[in-house]
Nanobody, 125 residues
Framework: QVQLVESGGGLVQAGGSLRLSCAAS??????MGWFRQAPGKEREFVALLNLPSGRTFYADPVKGRFTISRDSGNNTVYLQMNSLKPEDTAVYYC????????????????????WGQGTQVTVSS
């Protein structure tokens, strides 16, 4: 059984930082990703990590501010969020997909079969 559990969300002032964690279990993965969804908006891609290569890719709004990484055992993926802005407010979801050991940047949410329950991030002005 595959399970993804996010943690680390909370309330922070603009300019502050938060570190989200995603504990993954159940199978081997090819790609780990972070998505977010604000009220009234569609779920959007934030960042991804291709596990075989360690390559990362970020959505334009978070480039230079967010960093996705993994621990030494590759069981937990993190999203370090710095210089947070009110527009970053959303529910953040961890997602994962399997596949071969290929290097492909999957940015569409429909391409991820495994999802966590989400963690709320609220950035105040």
């Amino acid at each position: 059984q595959v399970q993804l559990v996010e943690s680390g969300g909370g309330l922070v002032q603009a300019g502050g930082s938060l570190r989200l964690s995603c504990a993954a279990s159940g199978r081997l993965f090819n790609t780990m990703g972070w998505f977010r969804q604000a009220p009234g908006k569609e779920r959007e891609f934030v960042a991804l990590l291709n596990l075989p290569s360690g390559r990362t890719f970020y959505a334009d709004p978070v480039k230079g501010r967010f960093t996705i990484s993994r621990d030494s055992g590759n069981n937990t993926v993190y999203l370090q969020m710095n210089s947070l802005k009110p527009e970053d407010t959303a529910v953040y979801y961890c997602a994962a997909r399997g596949g071969s050991n290929s290097v492909i940047y999957y940015t569409a949410s429909a391409l991820y079969p495994y999802w966590g329950q989400g963690t709320q991030v609220t950035v105040s002005s």
